[in-house]
Protein backbone atom coordinates (compact mmCIF):
# COMPACT_ATOMS: atom_id res chain seq x y z
CA UNK A 1 0.00 0.00 0.00
CA UNK A 2 2.87 2.62 1.04
CA UNK A 3 4.38 2.22 -2.76
CA UNK A 4 0.45 2.75 -4.17
CA UNK A 5 0.35 5.74 -2.18
CA UNK A 6 4.01 7.06 -2.70
CA UNK A 7 2.96 6.36 -6.69
CA UNK A 8 -0.54 8.82 -6.51
CA UNK A 9 0.78 11.37 -4.42
CA UNK A 10 3.68 11.88 -7.35
CA UNK A 11 0.63 11.81 -9.65
CA UNK A 12 -1.36 14.17 -7.75
CA UNK A 13 1.90 16.88 -7.93
CA UNK A 14 2.02 16.87 -11.29
CA UNK A 15 -1.61 18.75 -11.72
CA UNK A 16 -2.67 21.52 -10.60
CA UNK A 17 -6.54 21.06 -10.75
CA UNK A 18 -9.09 21.75 -8.18
CA UNK A 19 -9.59 17.89 -7.27
CA UNK A 20 -5.42 17.77 -6.27
CA UNK A 21 -5.34 16.71 -3.00
CA UNK A 22 -1.36 17.31 -2.68
CA UNK A 23 0.05 19.63 -0.26
CA UNK A 24 3.62 19.99 -2.34
CA UNK A 25 3.58 22.51 -5.04
CA UNK A 26 3.44 20.61 -8.09
CA UNK A 27 6.26 20.60 -10.87
CA UNK A 28 6.35 22.61 -13.92
CA UNK A 29 7.64 22.03 -17.07
CA UNK A 30 10.66 24.40 -17.87
CA UNK A 31 10.15 26.87 -20.60
CA UNK A 32 12.22 27.29 -23.76
CA UNK A 33 11.98 31.07 -24.34
CA UNK A 34 15.17 33.14 -24.83
CA UNK A 35 14.06 36.94 -23.95
CA UNK A 36 15.53 39.61 -26.47
CA UNK A 37 18.39 41.81 -24.91
CA UNK A 38 17.73 44.82 -22.66
CA UNK A 39 16.80 47.43 -25.20
CA UNK A 40 17.55 50.85 -24.04
CA UNK A 41 15.04 52.29 -26.86
CA UNK A 42 12.07 50.73 -25.51
CA UNK A 43 9.19 52.69 -24.48
CA UNK A 44 9.41 52.70 -20.98
CA UNK A 45 5.44 51.87 -19.59
CA UNK A 46 6.96 50.70 -16.57
CA UNK A 47 10.18 51.33 -14.53
CA UNK A 48 13.31 48.80 -15.37
CA UNK A 49 14.20 48.59 -11.86
CA UNK A 50 13.24 50.31 -8.10
CA UNK A 51 15.16 53.25 -8.90
CA UNK A 52 12.59 54.19 -12.18
CA UNK A 53 9.75 52.92 -11.01
CA UNK A 54 6.47 54.92 -12.26
CA UNK A 55 4.20 55.83 -9.31
CA UNK A 56 0.55 54.11 -9.21
CA UNK A 57 -2.04 54.25 -6.45
CA UNK A 58 -5.22 52.91 -5.59
CA UNK A 59 -7.50 51.39 -8.27
CA UNK A 60 -5.22 50.29 -11.65
CA UNK A 61 -7.95 49.17 -14.28
CA UNK A 62 -6.49 46.93 -17.28
CA UNK A 63 -2.69 48.94 -16.99
CA UNK A 64 -0.76 46.68 -20.18
CA UNK A 65 2.60 46.87 -21.14
CA UNK A 66 5.60 44.60 -22.34
CA UNK A 67 8.00 42.63 -20.27
CA UNK A 68 9.93 42.74 -23.94
CA UNK A 69 13.19 44.35 -24.17
CA UNK A 70 13.47 44.94 -20.12
CA UNK A 71 16.40 43.71 -18.16
CA UNK A 72 15.90 40.73 -15.92
CA UNK A 73 16.67 42.38 -12.01
CA UNK A 74 14.37 40.25 -9.96
CA UNK A 75 13.36 37.26 -8.99
CA UNK A 76 11.33 34.91 -6.26
CA UNK A 77 10.85 31.37 -5.53
CA UNK A 78 6.92 31.43 -5.44
CA UNK A 79 7.07 28.29 -5.52
CA UNK A 80 9.55 28.20 -8.87
CA UNK A 81 12.77 30.11 -9.06
CA UNK A 82 15.48 30.32 -11.46
CA UNK A 83 13.91 32.84 -13.54
CA UNK A 84 15.72 34.28 -16.39
CA UNK A 85 12.80 36.72 -17.69
CA UNK A 86 12.81 40.29 -18.45
CA UNK A 87 11.02 42.14 -16.19
CA UNK A 88 9.09 45.50 -15.13
CA UNK A 89 8.57 47.47 -11.91
CA UNK A 90 5.75 49.77 -10.57
CA UNK A 91 5.34 51.89 -7.54
CA UNK A 92 2.59 51.86 -5.52
CA UNK A 93 1.36 54.09 -2.55
CA UNK A 94 -1.73 54.97 -0.70
CA UNK A 95 -2.36 57.83 1.83
CA UNK A 96 -4.29 55.38 3.91
CA UNK A 97 -4.20 51.53 4.98
CA UNK A 98 -5.62 49.72 2.72
CA UNK A 99 -6.01 45.99 1.01
CA UNK A 100 -5.33 45.11 -2.38
CA UNK A 101 -5.55 42.45 -5.37
CA UNK A 102 -3.13 42.60 -8.08
CA UNK A 103 -4.71 40.92 -11.16
CA UNK A 104 -2.11 40.06 -14.44
CA UNK A 105 -5.74 38.20 -15.76
CA UNK A 106 -5.43 38.77 -19.77
CA UNK A 107 -1.80 38.33 -19.78
CA UNK A 108 -0.42 36.79 -23.20
CA UNK A 109 2.45 34.45 -21.25
CA UNK A 110 3.86 32.41 -18.60
CA UNK A 111 3.97 35.49 -15.81
CA UNK A 112 5.13 36.15 -12.16
CA UNK A 113 4.26 38.92 -9.99
CA UNK A 114 5.98 40.47 -6.57
CA UNK A 115 5.35 43.05 -4.44
CA UNK A 116 8.35 44.38 -1.89
CA UNK A 117 8.31 47.68 0.95
CA UNK A 118 10.57 50.43 0.78
CA UNK A 119 13.28 48.18 2.24
CA UNK A 120 13.27 45.45 -0.60
CA UNK A 121 11.57 42.91 1.62
CA UNK A 122 9.07 40.64 -0.21
CA UNK A 123 5.76 40.70 0.96
CA UNK A 124 3.74 38.19 -1.22
CA UNK A 125 4.68 36.86 -4.36
CA UNK A 126 2.51 34.27 -6.67
CA UNK A 127 3.45 32.41 -9.86
CA UNK A 128 0.39 30.51 -11.28
CA UNK A 129 -3.27 31.58 -10.20
CA UNK A 130 -5.05 30.83 -13.31
CA UNK A 131 -4.57 27.60 -15.28
CA UNK A 132 -2.74 29.70 -18.16
CA UNK A 133 0.60 30.32 -15.38
CA UNK A 134 -0.75 34.08 -15.39
CA UNK A 135 -0.64 35.34 -11.58
CA UNK A 136 -2.54 37.38 -9.44
CA UNK A 137 -1.91 38.36 -5.94
CA UNK A 138 -4.87 38.72 -3.13
CA UNK A 139 -5.69 40.48 -0.23
CA UNK A 140 -2.04 42.17 -0.01
CA UNK A 141 -1.81 44.52 2.89
CA UNK A 142 -0.66 48.32 2.15
CA UNK A 143 0.66 50.18 5.01
CA UNK A 144 -0.57 54.23 4.79
CA UNK A 145 1.57 56.15 3.04
CA UNK A 146 4.04 53.65 2.90
CA UNK A 147 6.33 52.75 -0.81
CA UNK A 148 6.14 49.40 -2.21
CA UNK A 149 6.91 47.66 -5.68
CA UNK A 150 5.02 45.94 -7.61
CA UNK A 151 7.03 43.59 -9.94
CA UNK A 152 5.84 41.96 -13.16
CA UNK A 153 8.19 39.16 -14.09
CA UNK A 154 8.29 35.74 -16.19
CA UNK A 155 8.60 31.69 -15.64
CA UNK A 156 11.87 30.48 -16.74
CA UNK A 157 12.63 32.80 -20.26
CA UNK A 158 9.23 33.69 -20.69
CA UNK A 159 8.12 37.22 -21.60
CA UNK A 160 5.49 39.31 -23.52
CA UNK A 161 2.50 41.66 -23.14
CA UNK A 162 0.71 42.10 -19.53
CA UNK A 163 -2.28 43.44 -18.17
CA UNK A 164 -2.20 45.13 -14.59
CA UNK A 165 -4.95 45.71 -12.33
CA UNK A 166 -5.17 46.47 -8.98
CA UNK A 167 -8.86 46.33 -6.62
CA UNK A 168 -8.63 47.70 -3.20
CA UNK A 169 -10.47 45.04 -1.22
CA UNK A 170 -11.72 44.31 1.96
CA UNK A 171 -10.74 42.02 4.65
CA UNK A 172 -12.29 39.08 5.53
CA UNK A 173 -13.38 39.19 9.36
CA UNK A 174 -14.92 35.52 9.79
CA UNK A 175 -17.99 35.65 12.00
CA UNK A 176 -18.29 31.55 12.84
CA UNK A 177 -20.57 29.85 14.51
CA UNK A 178 -19.11 28.46 17.60
CA UNK A 179 -21.79 25.57 19.61
CA UNK A 180 -20.62 22.08 20.39
CA UNK A 181 -16.96 23.61 19.28
CA UNK A 182 -13.70 22.09 18.19
CA UNK A 183 -10.78 23.78 18.26
CA UNK A 184 -8.02 22.30 15.64
CA UNK A 185 -4.98 23.02 17.89
CA UNK A 186 -2.44 22.56 15.03
CA UNK A 187 1.18 23.93 15.58
CA UNK A 188 1.81 27.71 13.95
CA UNK A 189 2.54 27.16 10.64
CA UNK A 190 5.96 28.39 9.91
CA UNK A 191 8.97 27.82 7.55
CA UNK A 192 10.46 24.62 8.57
CA UNK A 193 7.14 23.18 9.55
CA UNK A 194 6.52 19.00 9.14
CA UNK A 195 2.85 18.42 8.73
CA UNK A 196 2.66 16.14 11.76
CA UNK A 197 -0.75 16.71 12.91
CA UNK A 198 -3.38 15.90 10.61
CA UNK A 199 -1.96 15.92 7.24
CA UNK A 200 -4.10 12.13 6.51
CA UNK A 201 -2.60 10.55 3.33
CA UNK A 202 -0.14 13.38 2.50
CA UNK A 203 2.00 12.91 5.63
CA UNK A 204 3.18 8.61 5.49
CA UNK A 205 5.78 9.68 7.71
CA UNK A 206 4.00 10.54 10.40
CA UNK A 207 1.59 7.65 10.54
CA UNK A 208 -1.42 9.15 8.51
CA UNK A 209 -3.00 11.35 10.89
CA UNK A 210 -6.32 12.28 10.75
CA UNK A 211 -8.57 14.74 12.49
CA UNK A 212 -11.39 13.35 14.25
CA UNK A 213 -14.81 15.65 13.91
CA UNK A 214 -18.01 14.88 15.87
CA UNK A 215 -20.81 17.03 15.45
CA UNK A 216 -20.91 21.11 16.02
CA UNK A 217 -18.60 23.96 15.17
CA UNK A 218 -14.93 23.26 13.99
CA UNK A 219 -12.55 25.95 13.86
CA UNK A 220 -8.95 25.42 12.36
CA UNK A 221 -5.87 27.31 10.04
CA UNK A 222 -4.36 26.51 7.18
CA UNK A 223 -2.13 28.23 5.45
CA UNK A 224 1.53 27.48 3.43
CA UNK A 225 4.76 27.10 4.68
CA UNK A 226 8.24 26.24 3.66
CA UNK A 227 9.27 22.85 4.24
CA UNK A 228 12.95 21.81 5.83
CA UNK A 229 14.40 21.16 2.35
CA UNK A 230 13.11 24.45 1.07
CA UNK A 231 10.17 23.50 -0.48
CA UNK A 232 6.41 25.40 -1.23
CA UNK A 233 3.85 23.28 0.21
CA UNK A 234 0.29 24.27 1.42
CA UNK A 235 -1.23 22.81 4.52
CA UNK A 236 -3.82 20.11 3.85
CA UNK A 237 -6.16 18.91 6.79
CA UNK A 238 -7.42 15.78 6.76
CA UNK A 239 -11.17 14.71 8.17
CA UNK A 240 -12.97 11.28 9.56
CA UNK A 241 -16.18 11.72 10.14
CA UNK A 242 -18.20 9.52 12.09
CA UNK A 243 -21.77 9.10 10.78
CA UNK A 244 -24.35 7.53 13.13
CA UNK A 245 -27.73 8.44 11.75
CA UNK A 246 -29.51 7.44 8.36
CA UNK A 247 -29.96 10.76 7.19
CA UNK A 248 -28.28 13.26 4.83
CA UNK A 249 -26.50 15.85 7.11
CA UNK A 250 -24.95 18.85 6.04
CA UNK A 251 -21.57 20.71 6.25
CA UNK A 252 -21.28 24.44 6.37
CA UNK A 253 -18.17 26.46 5.96
CA UNK A 254 -16.11 29.50 5.29
CA UNK A 255 -12.54 30.92 5.45
CA UNK A 256 -10.17 33.61 5.19
CA UNK A 257 -8.62 33.16 1.99
CA UNK A 258 -9.88 30.82 -1.11
CA UNK A 259 -10.10 27.13 0.06
CA UNK A 260 -11.50 24.01 -0.73
CA UNK A 261 -13.45 21.72 1.26
CA UNK A 262 -13.48 18.03 -0.50
CA UNK A 263 -15.44 14.91 0.12
CA UNK A 264 -13.36 11.97 -0.22
CA UNK A 265 -13.94 8.24 -1.10
CA UNK A 266 -13.07 5.49 -0.92
CA UNK A 267 -11.68 5.50 2.69
CA UNK A 268 -8.17 4.38 1.59
CA UNK A 269 -5.23 6.17 0.70
CA UNK A 270 -3.94 4.22 -2.12
CA UNK A 271 -7.54 4.49 -3.85
CA UNK A 272 -8.93 7.59 -2.48
CA UNK A 273 -10.29 10.26 -4.98
CA UNK A 274 -12.33 13.69 -4.77
CA UNK A 275 -15.98 12.98 -4.61
CA UNK A 276 -17.20 16.16 -4.52
CA UNK A 277 -16.26 19.90 -3.71
CA UNK A 278 -17.12 23.45 -3.21
CA UNK A 279 -14.52 26.23 -2.74
CA UNK A 280 -15.23 28.82 0.04
CA UNK A 281 -13.63 32.09 1.01
CA UNK A 282 -12.61 34.97 1.44
CA UNK A 283 -16.23 35.20 3.62
CA UNK A 284 -17.85 33.70 1.01
CA UNK A 285 -19.87 30.34 2.80
CA UNK A 286 -20.81 27.45 0.95
CA UNK A 287 -23.13 24.49 2.26
CA UNK A 288 -21.87 20.52 1.03
CA UNK A 289 -25.06 17.87 1.39
CA UNK A 290 -23.43 14.63 2.66
CA UNK A 291 -25.39 11.05 1.78
CA UNK A 292 -23.69 8.32 3.93
CA UNK A 293 -25.12 5.33 5.59
CA UNK A 294 -25.75 5.17 9.62
CA UNK A 295 -22.50 3.63 11.47
CA UNK A 296 -20.11 4.27 8.86
CA UNK A 297 -17.44 7.49 9.08
CA UNK A 298 -16.71 10.12 6.04
CA UNK A 299 -13.54 11.38 5.52
CA UNK A 300 -13.60 15.49 4.14
CA UNK A 301 -10.18 17.45 2.61
CA UNK A 302 -9.67 20.76 4.07
CA UNK A 303 -7.03 23.35 1.87
CA UNK A 304 -6.04 26.73 -0.01
CA UNK A 305 -6.57 26.49 -3.46
CA UNK A 306 -2.96 27.50 -4.17
CA UNK A 307 0.22 26.22 -3.08
CA UNK A 308 1.49 30.00 -2.31
CA UNK A 309 -0.35 32.61 -0.62
CA UNK A 310 0.10 35.98 0.95
CA UNK A 311 0.20 34.89 4.91
CA UNK A 312 1.50 31.59 6.19
CA UNK A 313 -1.58 30.58 7.77
CA UNK A 314 -4.93 31.93 8.23
CA UNK A 315 -8.50 30.72 9.77
CA UNK A 316 -11.35 28.40 8.56
CA UNK A 317 -14.58 26.83 10.00
CA UNK A 318 -17.19 24.20 9.39
CA UNK A 319 -20.25 23.27 10.95
CA UNK A 320 -21.78 20.26 10.83
CA UNK A 321 -25.92 20.06 10.93
CA UNK A 322 -28.76 17.47 10.35
CA UNK A 323 -30.97 20.21 8.62
CA UNK A 324 -30.56 22.18 5.82
CA UNK A 325 -30.33 26.12 7.69
CA UNK A 326 -27.76 28.13 7.61
CA UNK A 327 -26.03 28.37 11.57
CA UNK A 328 -26.02 31.48 13.91
CA UNK A 329 -23.61 31.88 16.39
CA UNK A 330 -24.80 30.64 19.50
CA UNK A 331 -22.16 33.02 22.16
CA UNK A 332 -21.55 36.06 22.09
CA UNK A 333 -18.02 35.81 21.43
CA UNK A 334 -15.19 37.73 18.98
CA UNK A 335 -13.44 35.75 16.25
CA UNK A 336 -10.33 37.46 17.76
CA UNK A 337 -10.68 35.43 20.80
CA UNK A 338 -11.32 32.35 18.95
CA UNK A 339 -8.54 32.76 16.96
CA UNK A 340 -6.57 33.05 20.06
CA UNK A 341 -7.20 29.48 21.13
CA UNK A 342 -4.27 28.34 18.32
CA UNK A 343 -1.80 30.62 20.11
Not at 8 to 24: E, G, I
Not at 73 to 101: F, I
Not at 145 to 158: M, N, R, S
Request: hydrophobic content about 35%.
Amino acid sequence: MRATLITMLVLLATAATASDLSHRAPAKPPTHHTPPPPDAEVIRQGGDTFADAPLIDGWVVGLTGTTAGYTDDYDEACPYSDSTSPDVVYRYQTDHETYADIDLAGSTYDTKVYVYDAQFELVACNDDYYPDYVSKLEMVHFAADAKYYIVIDGYGGDYGDYVLSVATVTPCELDPPTGYLTVENEPPLVDGYQDAYNGGCNSPEFGYPFQQWFVGSFHGVSGWYISPEGSQFRDTDWFEVPVSIDTPFYVYADAEQPTFLFQLAPLDCGEVEVVQQIEIGPCESGMMTIDAEPNTEVWLWVGPTTFTGPVNEYAYWLYRAWWDAVPVRTEAQSWSVIKALFD
